[in-house]
């Protein structure tokens, strides 16, 4: 109001364009920054968490697709650790398992079976 005090005489037409002018440069700002702006930022943030769900449920799905699992009892030899299939046949470990999961196997030896079997490596 000091401002109009500078301003020559206005009608009440525009001294009401003005008071809504200065009452729109001031609530306007105000109104983004305390409304808009956080409820932007609200609004990304759930789209992230959205695509990131969304993501991860994909991941998933495909993990579980390539998942394949033993379960149950699987009788085993306890000296030779062959074991016996549905049929009744006793195959080795690594062939059962690969038979029945994606595993695969690769062969080394021991330290303890080395000194064993082999003691002039030791």
Known sequence: ML???FLPRLSLYQRAF???LILSVIVFPALYFLVFKPLRMHVDFR???ETDKDRLILDLRKALE???TLKGFIPICS???KIRDDEGFWQ???LYISAH???QFSHGICPDCRK??????S
Not at 116 to 121: A, N, S
């Open 79 to 81: 000296s030779c650790h």
């Open 3 to 5: 401002l109009l005090m």
């Open 47 to 49: 789209r992230k968490a």
């Open 101 to 103: 999961s994606d595993a």
């Open 116 to 121: 064993k079997l082999y003691p002039e490596f």
């Open 18 to 20: 003005l008071d809504a």
């Open 92 to 94: 080795r470990l690594e």
């Open 66 to 68: 390539e998942v394949k």
